[in-house]
Nanobody, 120 residues
């Protein structure tokens, strides 16, 4: 199983970016998909999650500005980042919880991380 993340970059404060993450490989079923972010020297922070039925959850710091979505057929999860602030600067990691086979346990897989830099 591989997760390929894309969409990071440099943007001015108030701007927008869209991050995408695609899962590929032997996958039976995907449960939760989401995004974390990490600033050097700090712990990884949960940004947003979305369940298989579309229920979403956001960190308080991004509510109203970020939107998570998924395409179950394409096995992708996107994160729309609007009204970006300098404090949103971080490496963003996507993850999925999935089963490779019907009888195997749920396992979390991580993408490689994509850097978002917001200038003031």
């Amino acid at each position: 199983v591989q997760l390929q993340a894309s969409g990071g970059g440099l943007v001015q404060a108030g701007g927008s970016l869209r991050l995408s993450c695609a899962a590929s490989g032997s996958i039976f079923r995907i449960n939760v998909m989401g995004w974390y972010r990490q600033v050097p020297g700090k712990e990884r922070e949960l940004v947003a999650t979305i369940t298989s039925d579309g229920s979403t959850n956001y960190a308080d710091s991004v509510k109203g500005r970020f939107t998570i979505s998924r395409d179950n057929a394409k096995k992708t999860v996107d994160l729309q980042l609007n009204s970006l602030k300098p404090e949103d600067t971080a490496v963003y990691f996507c993850y999925v919880e999935l089963r490779r086979l019907m009888v195997t346990p749920w396992v979390r897989y991580w993408g490689q991380g994509t850097l978002v830099t917001v200038s003031s």
